[in-house]
Nanobody, 124 residues
Framework: QVQLVESGGGLVQAGGSLRLSCATS????????MGWFRQAPGKEREFVAA????????YYADSVKGRFTVSRDNAKDTVYLQMNSLKPEDTALYYC?????????????????WGQGTQVTVAS
């Protein structure tokens, strides 16, 4: 497994932007599919975005498509989530996760390692 540490969360006004980072330990980052999930209070954890090992393929939830961008830098062992045009409904604890299969990118059960999460709060 790989250790994951998210950062970059905070409080932002609606319409603003944040960039989340997820730094990993070890030398196997490039072998992992990376995903971002979020969980709002009282709600189930939901898929946000995923990126393939090389970064050439990305997937997004419909609710964030066109506003969020996932990217990775394999030289820095880091994955990012650029979030623009934030809405109050984006408020949640955001997690990054590492998995082995891109075919199950939406399934949080398919990811083997998780970070501790970073809080994003969007004020209206």
């Amino acid at each position: 497994q790989v250790q994951l540490v998210e950062s970059g969360g905070g409080l932002v006004q609606a319409g603003g932007s944040l960039r989340l980072s997820c730094a990993t330990s070890g030398r196997t980052f490039s072998t992992y599919v990376m995903g971002w999930f979020r969980q709002a209070p009282g709600k189930e954890r939901e898929f946000v975005a995923a990126i393939s090992r090389s970064g050439s393929t990305t997937y997004y939830a419909d609710s964030v498509k066109g506003r969020f961008t996932v990217s990775r830098d394999n030289a820095k062992d880091t994955v990012y989530l650029q979030m623009n045009s934030l809405k109050p409904e984006d408020t949640a604890l955001y997690y990054c996760a590492a998995g082995r299969s891109l075919s199950t990118y939406k399934d949080f059960g398919a990811y083997e390692s998780w970070g501790q999460g970073t809080q994003v709060t969007v004020a209206s």
